[in-house]
């Protein structure tokens, strides 16, 4: 599932309408720094003094995380329990899989003006309570409206939390500790996703609704305890809070006076920055990065990974009955040390290399799967269609993991300049967004009309991935944003 953000997050920056749609369902996040950096001075003071409760407050800011998690993983092992307890109908049920996806949209677009009005614990602990009221309206459903009103209140709480958890993190964090921690936020999401899928299997779907609850009240008392973003204290002019948050953060005796003075003179130059337009991306300097960000979300999601991963427990059981609950748990352990290995690989490898190789392991996935389906339709095989199956699965969300997932939302974070960052990355997580909402709509209808030519659809995807990147894409690892612009523009 693919979730990512782009923000420049380092500086604090906030656009608004349009401009603060956030990435949606489960991918990786990496935030670009490549231009309005900081300097180093205040790095030594930071790291030497106490984390704890920038610790502490990241601990707080992931349960958020971990219930986006919960979200996204709960409808793929519920899907035969929820249909058969309530008679939902095959649309009702790909309805209430995919609102989710619309519910973060809405989310997602009133983000970033909900957390510049509210601030960020405002803004998180608005999400917990409706994604509280989302889960109660789910337990105690008895039919497929109070179902889908239920699902689009987590949605709409967990759109929210894609944009304020990794932004939160980074304001609150020193530069030398930001990286590995905003890098939390994806990692529990996956996380949570994977314990949404092992719960699933053991429990009922009502109990899971409830489990869901749980980071949400975890997440509502940690915020008494935890500080305001001390970034967004200075932009909303409260200097006395500003300073109070920053040294509570830092810790009692460190001399935060050159961080306070860097943090106000950044909020200064975005400030003085000029407001791009969404039809300015059409502009022959800026339109072959929008082809590129549109171009990459576009495969990411038509892939297949948000129908594969919403409904995983019945695609397995339409290759087996015996397979639900085996695939469903195998499908869980095997996302959180993928996506490690991901985060660990993407700045050694290069971004060019790990995307082909993932979309590759996607092609050889998804042809699997496909194989599989198609030798138990023509009774071929039988022995065959079980392995095929579960281990055709593995493969592609092993693959989507370590490459696909995330890379797509790094060079995108990376190919515009910083002047547009805010409209591309608009522009390019809609079409995200609204591509996870198309792919884990019509999942069970292509089912239904093929379980083989679904996964083939998919593959050619994967393949149409690799030939687009190997043509257009640059590799961006390890070059300045002025030498990733030249490489674009002189393709």
């Known amino acids: 599932m693919a979730i990512g953000n782009l923000k420049d997050v380092e500086s604090g920056e906030i656009t608004y309408g349009l401009e603060d749609l956030e990435e949606p369902l489960m991918n990786g996040k990496v935030v670009s720094c490549s231009s309005g950096e900081e300097t180093d001075g205040d790095e030594e003071d930071s790291s030497n003094g106490s984390i704890g409760m920038v610790l502490l407050s990241t601990a707080v800011a992931v349960c958020g995380s971990f219930e986006f998690g919960s979200c996204v993983g709960y409808s793929a092992p519920v899907q035969s329990a929820i249909s058969e307890d309530l008679n939902l109908s095959l649309p009702e049920y790909s309805m209430f899989g995919s609102i989710l996806t619309i519910g973060a949209m809405l989310g997602a677009v009133t983000s970033g ?108 008392l940690g915020l008494f305890i935890v500080p305001e973003s001390p970034r967004w204290l200075a932009k909303v002019g409260r200097e006395k809070e500003f300073q109070v948050a920053l040294q509570k953060l830092r810790g009692k005796g460190t001399d935060i006076s050159r961080e306070a003075v860097e943090i106000q003179v950044n909020l200064e130059a975005l400030r003085a920055l000029p407001k791009a337009r969404m039809v300015d991306l059409f502009q022959p300097k800026y339109i072959r990065s929008m082809i590129i960000g549109v171009a990459l979300m576009v495969f990411q999601q038509f892939g297949g990974i948000n129908g594969i991963g919403f409904y995983a427990s019945e695609t397995f059981a339409a290759a087996g009955p015996s397979l639900a609950k085996i695939g469903t748990i195998a499908y869980a352990c095997i996302q959180v040390p993928i996506t490690v290995a991901g985060a660990m690989l993407i700045d050694k490898s290069g971004r060019r290399p790990l995307i082909m190789v993932s979309a590759t392991g996607t092609f050889i996935g998804c042809s699997m799967a496909g194989a599989s389906f198609f030798l138990k339709s023509h009774d071929l095989l039988l022995d065959w269609v079980p392995i095929l199956a579960i281990s055709g699965v593995l493969v592609y969300i092993s693959a989507f993991s370590i490459g696909m997932g995330a890379v797509p939302w790094v060079i995108m974070s990376e190919i515009f300049p910083i002047n547009m960052k805010g409209v591309g990355g608009s522009l390019v997580v809609l079409v995200n967004w609204l591509g996870a909402w198309a792919v884990s709509f019509t999942f069970n209808f292509l089912m239904s009309w093929s379980s083989s030519g679904t996964f083939f659809l998919y593959s050619g995807f994967s393949i149409m991935t690799i030939l687009f990147v190997a043509k257009f894409v640059p590799e961006t690892k390890g070059k300045t944003l002025e030498e990733i612009q030249e490489s674009i523009n002189s393709s």
């Open 113 to 220: 003006r909900t957390a510049d009005f509210i601030g960020r614990k405002g803004a998180m602990r608005m999400s917990a309570m409706l994604c509280i009221m989302g889960w109660l309206a789910i337990f105690f459903s008895t039919e497929a409206f109070s179902l889908d009103i239920g699902r689009l209140f987590t949605g709409y709480g967990i759109g929210v939390f894609s944009y304020v958890v990794p932004i939160f993190i980074a304001e609150i964090a020193p530069k030398n500790l930001r990286g590995g921690l905003t890098t939390l936020n994806q990692l529990m999401i996956v996380v949570g996703a994977s314990t949404a899928f092992l719960l699933g299997s053991v429990i009922t779907w009502r109990s899971l609704a409830l489990t869901g609850i749980l980071p949400c009240i975890c997440l509502l």
